[in-house]
């Protein structure tokens, strides 16, 4: 399945430039692994949109609704959640 969402200029250049690879969103869709996400740039601070667009390829779906099976509600609400970019660390020889 393809699912299109815009993407405010500053999010879209970075991920763009592979700094930021995730995205986080209102479930309210549906999407799996596997399905493509098309973002598409929106002038920032406006809803007009660029023109540009990127297509990527679901690799893995959570549910922040999950999280509560891992966290007590008070403490996400009282510290938030961080939502981190990772890669794997390479080494060279």
């Known amino acids: 399945m393809k699912i299109e969402k815009k993407v405010q200029e500053k999010y879209f250049k970075a991920v763009l430039e592979g700094k930021k690879r995730f995205e986080v969103r209102l479930a309210d869709f549906k999407c799996k692994?596997?399905?493509?996400?098309?973002?598409?740039?929106?002038?920032?601070?406006?809803?007009?949109?660029?023109?540009?667009?990127?297509e990527f390829e679901v690799l893995f779906k959570f549910n922040t609704k999950e999280i509560e099976k891992f966290y007590k509600k008070e403490d996400i609400e009282k510290y938030g959640l961080a939502i981190l970019a990772i890669r794997k660390k390479f080494k060279f020889k």
């Open 33 to 54: 692994p596997g399905d493509i996400l098309v973002l598409k740039e929106q002038k920032q601070g406006t809803k007009k949109l660029t023109g540009r667009k990127i």
